[in-house]
Antibody, heavy 118, light 112 residues
Framework: QVQLVESGGGVVQPGRSLRLSCAASGFTFSIYGIHWVRQAPGKGLEWVAFIRHDESNKYYADSVKGRFTISRDNSKNTVYLQMNTLRAEDTAVYFC???????????WGQGALVTVSS | QSALTQPASVSGSPGQSITISCTGTSSDVIDYSYNYVSWYQQHPGKAPKLMIYEVSNRPSGVPDRFSGSKSGNTASLTISGLQAEDEADYYCYSYTTSSTRVFGPGTKVTVL
């Protein structure tokens, strides 16, 4: 069965960096794009970033552009989100989700909590 | 401020029908004629779940009381025969002409 498992969350000070991982299984990872979506405590969903199956295109929300980098390793069935210069407003649960046809998400991970606090 | 608007809350009694709207408010939101609107259900503390994709298609396993439609720049999710387990937050999603993506602010559905 399709599984997406996020890891790497934790507590980090403002201005520091953190890298999230999304490990996939149960499907042919190399032919699917993957998104990161986050949800601040008590708030709605916010799309963060998207990477195509072959890394040919990467897209970012304006709120993270220049600070976050999405990448993938198809040999490890894993997508990464490198988060630099973290701010308090980046505090959220970060979900990875599989892309379908470039317009919706059909499977989601359980999420990883990132807390940015001094 | 999202380029998609949804009502903050909708409520109904068991067995009733409710409709949640999702309206594109910005010229950046891609023309809905492309039919790229999807809907997600989220229970507290859980990951979102796909309920409707490409305006009106229902994934396998989603009850047929959930349906989607679109008129002009407004997409809608209808829940017919509301059940207690339908109480959750619902988000619409689409993407903008700049190739970024956007969620609506979410609608809290309460079953009275």
């Amino acid at each position: 069965q399709v599984q997406l498992v996020e890891s790497g969350g934790g507590v980090v000070q403002p201005g520091r960096s953190l890298r999230l991982s999304c490990a996939a299984s149960g499907f042919t990872f190399s032919i699917y794009g993957i998104h990161w979506v986050r949800q601040a405590p008590g708030k709605g969903l916010e799309w963060v970033a998207f990477i195509r199956h072959d890394e040919s295109n990467k897209y970012y929300a304006d709120s993270v552009k220049g600070r976050f980098t999405i990448s993938r390793d198809n040999s490890k069935n894993t997508v990464y989100l490198q988060m630099n210069t973290l701010r308090a407003e980046d505090t959220a649960v970060y979900f990875c989700a599989r892309d379908q046809r470039d317009n919706y998400f059909d499977y989601w991970g359980q999420g990883a909590l990132v807390t940015v606090s001094s | 401020q999202s380029a998609l608007t949804q009502p903050a809350s909708v409520s109904g009694s068991p067995g009733q029908s409710i409709t949640i709207s999702c309206t594109g408010t910005s010229s950046d939101v891609i023309d809905y004629s492309y039919n790229y609107v999807s809907w997600y259900q989220q229970h507290p503390g859980k990951a979102p779940k796909l309920m409707i994709y490409e305006v009106s298609n229902r994934p396998s396993g989603v009850p047929d009381r959930f349906s989607g439609s679109k008129s002009g720049n407004t997409a809608s999710l209808t829940i017919s025969g509301l059940q207690a387990e339908d109480e959750a937050d619902y988000y619409c999603y689409s993407y903008t002409t700049s190739s970024t993506r956007v969620f609506g602010p979410g609608t809290k559905v309460t079953v009275l």
